[in-house]
């Protein structure tokens, strides 16, 4: 079965860039959507299709994809993006939805 | 605005089998566009996408769990369910049903969710 593998934690200081990244078999051929889950919350889709932002998430929050890898990336860090990321693609082959194991942000 | 709402017992014995209700309000869910989902997460751990349902009861199921899982549809009622059965301590956890947004022959990304209901697996 399809497999995303996520660093378990990402620190960065605060106001700089983090980078959390998912990778995949032919990852680049999938379409890669990322969660936030802030403790004790449910998740919430900050990009999907790789690189694009639902209306109410920060210009701060971007997606990109490189052969096998997927990234999120976190610019001018704040203590509220403290929180699990998920990336997640669905698999076309077996109409599966597949998880990354999750990646915990730290805000230094 | 879209809405959904999980609903279930909060605690099951081991051997039993689970069942969990998502009430969808604000939208259909005999639309075209979506299938509707059930995820879990284990205290501390990860999501665990469970299964997809259309609203015509086209099913997709995890392979871990496929053969203890069944959903199912009420488009009346506006719900989704499932059932798990043979639960043991390992299925405790938050339950989470979502809306997956798609556009055939693809499918994308949970765009709605519930705020989950917690299931623990005890005697």
């Known amino acids: 079965s399809y497999e995303l593998t996520q660093p378990l934690s990402v620190s960065v200081a605060l106001g700089q860039t983090a980078g959390i990244n998912c990778g995949g078999n032919?990852?680049?051929?999938?379409?890669v959507h990322w969660y936030q889950q802030k403790s004790g919350q449910a998740p919430v889709v900050v990009i999907y299709?790789?690189?694009n932002r639902p209306s109410g998430i920060p210009e701060r929050f971007s997606g990109s994809k490189s052969g096998n890898t997927a990234t999120l990336t976190i610019s001018r860090a704040q203590a509220g993006d403290e929180a699990d990321y998920y990336c997640?693609?669905?698999?076309?082959?077996?109409?599966?939805?597949?998880f990354g194991g999750g990646t915990k942000l730290t805000v230094l | 605005q879209l809405q959904l709402q999980e609903s279930g017992p909060g605690l099951v014995k081991p051997s039993e089998t689970l069942s969990l209700t998502c009430t969808v309000s604000?939208?259909?869910?005999?639309?075209?566009?979506?299938?509707w989902g059930w995820i879990r997460q284990p205290p501390g751990q990860g999501l665990e996408w469970i299964g997809s349902?259309?609203?015509?009861?086209?099913?997709y199921y995890n392979p871990s769990l496929k053969s203890r899982v069944t959903m199912s549809v009420d488009t009346s009622k506006n719900q989704f369910s499932l059932k798990l059965t043979s639960v043991t301590a390992a299925d405790t956890a938050v339950y989470y049903c979502?809306?997956?947004?798609?556009?055939?022959?693809?499918?994308?990304?949970?765009?709605?969710w519930g705020q989950g209901t917690l299931l623990t697996v005890s005697s």
């Open positions: 997640q693609v669905w698999d076309s082959s077996t109409g599966h939805v597949v």
């Open positions: 349902i259309y609203y015509t009861g086209v099913t």
């Open positions: 979502a809306r997956l947004y798609c556009t055939n022959p693809n499918c994308f990304q949970f765009d709605y």
């Open positions: 032919n990852v680049g051929s999938k379409s």
């Open positions: 604000g939208g259909s869910i005999s639309s075209s566009s979506y299938y």
């Open positions: 299709r790789d690189s």
